[in-house]
Each structure stands twice: as C-alpha cells, then as structure tokens.
C-alpha cells in the first residue's frame, strides 16, 4: 500500500530521525504512535469547556468569542503549534457587518402600479452594505432557473441582457428528460450541482449585472412553507464587505407562486407549465409586461470577529510552502434573551466536537517524531453559521497563497454516539482525497462509504464549499453511520433525533451518555488522512468531472 513505500521514502529522506528514534522506523509508524495523544478523555474537555454556559454560545464579537478565542490560542501553543498568521499572532480579523432589511416593492404594470404585501407576497433584503437601496422601474423578466453553466451546455441568459433587470427564477436545477427517477437531475443525475444553489444564482445574475432576483416559492412543494423563507429574509443577516467589482445584486428575495401567476398571465400561462418547459434548454428569458421598483433600508452594525489560525511547518525543503488546510468552525449561535429559562446555544455538537477533534489532531501532528514535508495550516473560522464568513474571508485574504494549498479538509459536528465501523466524506466523488480516506479507513478496519451522502448537498452547506469555490480541493469528513453493535439504524436515529431536536436549538448540549470513543477513531484517521497528504509528492486533485475543478 502507498503508505508502506511512502515510509520507506520518507526515511530515506529523514536517516538522522528514521535510525536516532527507534520507535519510528517508518513514517507510518511515526504517525501511529503520535496517534495515542488523541484520547477521549481530553476530546470531552475541550468540549466541554467551548460548549459551556461561561462561552455564551460563542457568537461572534461577544464575550463568548473572546473566551473561545484565547482558548483555542492557548491549546495550540501548548500543543507546540507557531502562530499561523505570518504577522506573528494567533489570530486574522474578520470585519463583519450584520444587516436588517426592510423592505417595500411595488409593480407598474401599463397604469397599473400595486404595492405587494411585505411577508405575505414578498419578502426581500438587500446585501449591499448600505443603509438605503433602490431599485427604480426595472423590467421583470422570468430567467427559468437563473442558471449559466457552460459544461453542462445550459444557459438561462441566451440572447439576454439582463442589467438593470429584475429577475424571477425557479429553484434547484433542470430535471432530467425522459428519465426513470423522477428526482433525478439533468446536470449530475444522482448528484446536487452547486448550479442549483441559491447562492451561485444570485453571485450569477450580479456578474450580468442584474438588479435583483426574486425567487419563486413554489408553495406546498417547496421544502420551507413561505412564511419561514420570508422571515429567514428579513432576520439579520451578515456579511463581509465586498469588492467594488463583486457587490452582490441590489435586492434579493422571494415571490409567491400567485404572485407570479399574476405577473405571468399572458406573458406566460402559469408556474405549472412554465416549470415544464424551464427544463428544456431552448428556454429563452420571458419578459413579463411588468416592472418593478425597491426600496431597502438596512440597519446595519458593525463587528469585529477573528479566525484562528495555527501553523505546524513542513519539513520539506520543496514541500514545506505547500499547505494542508484543515478548517472547524468555532462559532455558534450565541444567546437569545428572549427565550424563558435556558438561553444559551451550546453548540456541542456543531461545531464544539469539531473544534475538538481539531485540537486534538493539532496536537497528535505536532508530536510525529519525523514532520510533515508539506505544512499543516490549522483554520478555526468565524461565522460559520453567519453563511461562512470567516472562511468566505481567508479566502479573499489569504495568509498563504491558495495556490500553494493542496487541500482542505473541514469538520463540521462530530461522532457523540461510539464506535462506528464505517466513515464518510460529504464531498464524496469530488477530489482525490476518497483514495486517502479510503485508505487511511483500511488500516483501521473500517469501510469508507462510496457513495454521495444526501446527493451530495452536504458539500454545499459548511465552510469547506468557499475553499472548493477557489479552487482548493476541498473535503468534509464525517462520522459514520454503522454503530458497533448496535442496530443498522442506530446511526440514522440518533442523527435524526439530533436533527429534529437539538441542532440550532439550545438543547445541544454535552450529556451524560456520551461515548466519544467513536470520535477519537475518526480523528485518528483523519491523523493519518492528513499525515499522507503532507508527505504524497502528488498533490490532491479534483476529479475529471467535479464542478469546482478549473476548466
Ligand atoms: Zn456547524
């Protein structure tokens, strides 16, 4: 197997260290016994110290981050850590701003102008950072699913220019024709595409330099009823201000599928039928005999966050500007005062375990006899459940060229539950860093699963996906779903309980029953995951058909 070959090269190249330390002949070795400092004892402190009342619900630019920010400082230096960001400290500021929109629109159709009705007709919000946003009597066009994407030969802007436009789309992505399962897709068949996202849509129409996207709730087929996606519009949102050349559209938000019959009778028939033909390419964007005008206040505040960041520096004279990024989320939700009796949104599970096992795996690494050749960057990121930020923002400012980083390995909640006899990457099929799991999931005896998880929409919904977006392959390991000795179901209960009951809610909590021997495992392999990918002369690659590989 690669690693055995790989140790014998790695020694070759480290004599002094291969015959001075008798207990790591090879570098497999090395790794293997490095891999004893991960216990769970120590997972379940960390976890519980992040997950504790004292840290608030680690919410950026609260006294919680300060907390959780000199924690994780302290815990990587006294793992033997350097500070990771080449100005000598610990941290990289992430400026931040939170915005509450409220918002008015009303269509002029021939004489006739209507005002809509804010919550139950429409909901918008404007991420452009500014405390007035208008939009003044701009062409409503129907753009099918809003989507440009060349190497699947789909294009909702043909012969279109859509500056200055308001544009109505669909959701998801074009459905296969003529195909037996009904879910599947014309872009990947089994597979989410990142083009059906909502985010590459709206990042998509400002490129063309629309003014604002509405997108059509499609009422009791959509997943969240509209009055849930109407008030997750106008609760505060955030973000990171954007470059001149990159300001997201004006307005952003949603319409009713009644709404859009009305706009669209005449122009088009219904949302029924208009759906139908959204799924054949020759669809060209409908001018709907209407036009729109805006107007946005934001409340706008500002805040300062911090990413932590810590370097463990290759040995390599080639290898050591190369980088392998592992990234967890420290942030939570923070508190609600509004709420009686418990306030505080513990996040031990999402994202305390994670940052846990990125502490205990900083300190395994830091303890191999023989370092890594390439350097490990360890990344805990801000608001990540602000939609990403601190990531969104090491990626416009990197501390090390993104060129020169091989990888990215995110952790996103972590195993409370035992053992498990199989892993996961939620990015499954993406890069080639399956083989490394795969492998690294053999030395343990357990299976690595072949398969995308949920589609593969996992890929999309934590921090790894800014770094895929710039090219980085990007992964996101996670735990498995076969408990040893437990029913084959297990694993779906307990996920699904924690899913329909403690995510996002106060109740993710540290409990009594927990059983982290299941996550000391997965951090060991991904120890091991990690220790291969530094010292591979080859550098991870995306597959042939990924989306995020560079054409
Ligand atoms: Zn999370």
Known sequence: ???????????????????????????????RAASASITAAEMLAHISVLASDEFEGRAPGTPGESKTVSY???????????????????????????????????????????????????????????????????????????????????????????RGKTLLMLEGEPKASGSETPEATRFRK???????????????????????VLFVHEGETSRVSFAVAAAATEREGFDIASN????????????????FDQLCSGACGDLASLKKKASDERLEPVPLNARASFSVRNALRSFESHNVVALLPGSDPKLRDEYVLLTAHWDH???????????????????????????????????????????????????????F??????????????????????????????RTSDVNNLAYGETTLDEVFAAAARQQRRTFSEEPFAGGTYFFLS?????????????????????????????????????????????????????????????????HAIWIVTQDERRPQWREDAEFRRR
């Open 190 to 212: 089994t597979k989410a595409s990142f083009f059906g996202t909502r985010t590459l849509k709206l990042d998509t129409a400002a490129r063309k330099g629309a003014a604002a």
């Open 463 to 527: 921090d790894q996906i800014e770094f895929a977006r710039a090219g980085v392959p990007a992964s996101f390991p996670g735990p498995g779903n076969l408990y040893v000795g437990k029913p084959t179901d297990y694993g779906d209960q307990r996920w699904g309980e924690y899913g329909a009951k403690d995510y996002h809610q106060v109740s993710d909590e540290v409990r009594a029953d927990w059983d982290l021997s299941g996550a000391v495992e997965d951090a060991q392999w991904l120890l």
């Open 1 to 31: 197997m690669a690693t055995h070959k790989l140790g014998t090269f790695v020694c070759a190249l480290f004599v002094i260290g291969c015959t001075a330390n008798r207990n790591s002949t090879t570098a497999d070795d090395a790794w």
């Open 72 to 162: 994780l400082t302290e815990e990587f230096r006294r793992a033997g850590l350097l500070p990771g960001n080449p100005d000598g400290t610990w941290t990289q500021r992430v400026p931040a701003t939170g915005f509450t929109s409220t918002s008015a629109l009303t269509i002029r159709s021939g004489n006739v102008v209507r005002e809509l009705a804010r919550g139950s007709e429409f909901a918008a919000r404007s991420r452009r950072l500014q405390a007035d946003v208008r939009v003044d009597d701009s062409e409503i066009v129907f753009a099918g699913y809003g989507i440009d994407a060349p190497q699947y030969g789909w294009n909702d802007y043909k012969h279109f220019d859509a």
């Open 244 to 259: 001149a050349a990159d300001q997201p559209v004006a307005v952003e938000g949603w319409i009713t599928s009644s709404v």
């Open 389 to 418: 930020l601190g990531a969104r923002y090491y990626v416009r400012h990197p501390l090390y060229p993104l060129a020169s980083t091989v990888a990215e390995i995110n952790l996103d909640s972590g195993n409370v539950w035992g």
């Open 333 to 387: 939700l923070g508190r609600n005062p509004s709420l009686a009796g418990d306030q505080i949104y513990n996040g031990a599970i999402d994202n305390a375990a994670g940052t846990a096992q990125l502490l205990e795996i900083a300190e395994a690494l830091a303890n191999i006899a023989n370092r890594p050749r390439r350097s490990v960057l360890f990344l805990a990121t801000t608001g990540e459940e602000r939609g």
